[in-house]
């Protein structure tokens, strides 16, 4: 069976950069696919298993492009050219729009319990208290809920 190609917007990867832990990205899936619209928006190095693509339809980009920014509408376009990809998506328009597509989307959130259910991470709270540190934001509930999923 191929490797499923992992496709992340930049929020993911700044939030990761931000507190130190990209490397679980790495741990999770080997390599994650960004589109060069992505890389522009990471203001920080980025380790060679993020590989730049340029390989999405620039029309498809700029129908997405009506309801949302670049680099959702570009890593959205990416992944309706590849079958059975993952996207890495937080924000709700974007999430949504994928879904329309029929496109399988994950979130930061989601990567965090993904990670300590397989060990990569110790303790769930920490890496979202870190973020939290650093403008993620997540409402008291949400917080909660994942906690409770985290059994922390």
């Given at each position: 069976?191929?490797?499923?190609i992992?496709?992340s917007?930049?929020?993911?990867?700044i939030a990761?950069?931000?507190?130190?832990k990209?490397?679980i990205?790495?741990?999770?899936?080997?390599?994650?696919?960004?589109?060069?619209?992505?890389r522009?928006?990471?203001?920080?190095?980025?380790?060679?298993w993020?590989?730049?693509?340029?390989?999405?339809?620039?029309?498809?980009?700029?129908v997405?492009?009506?309801?949302?920014?670049?680099g959702?509408?570009?890593a959205?376009?990416?992944?309706?050219?590849i079958?059975?990809?993952?996207?890495?998506?937080?924000?709700?328009?974007?999430?949504?729009?994928?879904?329309?597509?029929?496109?399988?989307?994950?979130?930061?959130?989601?990567?965090?319990?993904?990670?300590?259910?397989?060990?990569?991470?110790?303790?769930?709270?920490?890496?979202?208290?870190?973020?939290?540190e650093?403008?993620?934001?997540?409402s008291?509930?949400?917080?909660?809920?994942?906690?409770?999923?985290?059994?922390?």
């Amino acid at each position: 069976m191929p490797e499923q190609i992992i496709i992340s917007d930049a929020s993911v990867l700044i939030a990761l950069v931000d507190i130190g832990k990209l490397e679980i990205l790495r741990e999770l899936y080997n390599n994650i696919t960004i589109t060069d619209v992505v890389r522009n928006e990471v203001h920080a190095e980025l380790p060679d298993w993020v590989i730049v693509s340029t390989n999405y339809d620039p029309q498809q980009m700029q129908v997405l492009e009506l309801e949302l920014d670049a680099g959702e509408a570009s890593a959205i376009a990416l992944a309706m050219k590849i079958p059975n990809s993952t996207l890495i998506l937080d924000e709700s328009k974007g999430r949504i729009a994928a879904k329309r597509l029929g496109l399988k989307v994950t979130g930061t959130v989601g990567i965090i319990i993904k990670a300590k259910r397989r060990g990569i991470i110790q303790s769930g709270k920490e890496i979202l208290d870190a973020l939290e540190e650093h403008g993620f934001w997540l409402s008291q509930k949400l917080k909660a809920d994942i906690l409770e999923r985290l059994e922390e």
